[in-house]
């Protein structure tokens, strides 16, 4: 099993940054893809950005360029920096793995979620 625990969320203005940090443990030697995903009320959760092992990255369109993904093995974490942010971010944000090299899908493992609002 493994075990991720997401950390960073919190209130900011538009415009404003935040980073999120997704720590894994448990049998965190099968893990490959890790990601993030968000879900806004009354909407299906949708990816944000997913990297692999490797460090290839995979971005949704409404986020290119403003936010980042990146990971750190050694420390089996994954980052999540937003930039610029806008309203429409505002949503509950999941850390998520998988052992697949894939970014399109997600991985079986979910963190509890942490909250994102952006105010105008």
């Known amino acids: 099993q493994v075990q991720l625990v997401e950390s960073g969320g919190g209130l900011v203005q538009a415009g404003g940054s935040l980073r999120l940090s997704c720590a894994a443990s448990?049998?965190?030697?099968?893990?490959?893809?890790m990601g993030w995903y968000r879900q806004a009320p009354g909407k299906q959760r949708q990816l944000v950005a997913a990297?692999?092992?490797?460090?290839?990255?995979n971005y949704a369109d409404s986020v290119k360029g403003r936010f980042t993904i990146s990971r750190d093995n050694v420390k089996h974490t994954v980052y999540l920096q937003m930039n610029i942010l806008k309203p429409e971010d505002t949503a509950v944000y999941y850390c998520?793995?998988?052992?697949?090299?894939?970014?399109?899908?997600?991985?079986?493992?979910w963190g509890q979620g942490t909250q994102v609002t952006v105010s105008s």
């Open positions: 998520n793995a998988g052992n697949a090299e894939v970014t399109a899908v997600p991985g079986d493992y």
């Open positions: 990297i692999t092992s490797g460090g290839r990255t």
């Open positions: 448990g049998s965190i030697f099968s893990i490959n893809a």
